[in-house]
């Protein structure tokens, strides 16, 4: 049950998050037109590798694997992507 008292709060608190953002100063319309190519936001293959398994992306984990992601890429906290399956997969029952 922890799991989904877990996955509760944290959606609780994404919706703080995006109630603060809503009315930052940030999220305000620039008065300089945004150059695309400058914008793009670029993640490392680890970092894309590690938010497919945590989402069970079976497609796109194949893939990155295919191009030779690390099996061993972890994240902030040193969960690996077999950890972040574990704990997706537990955490949908």
């Not at 953002?21 to 590798?49: H, Q, Y």
């Not at 694997?65 to 906290?77: E, F, P, Q, R, Y």
């Amino acid at each position: 049950m922890a799991g989904v008292q877990d996955a509760k709060n944290a959606l609780k608190r994404r919706q703080e998050q995006l109630k603060r953002w809503d009315i930052s100063d940030t999220n305000k319309e620039s008065d300089r037109p945004r150059n695309l190519e400058e914008s793009r936001v670029k993640f490392n293959d680890g970092c894309v590798f590690l938010a497919a398994c945590s989402s069970c992306d079976t497609d796109e984990v194949e893939r990155l694997l295919s191009k030779g992601a690390d099996i061993n890429s972890t994240n902030v906290d040193g969960l690996t992507a077999l950890h972040q399956v574990c704990y997706a997969s537990n955490s949908k029952y």
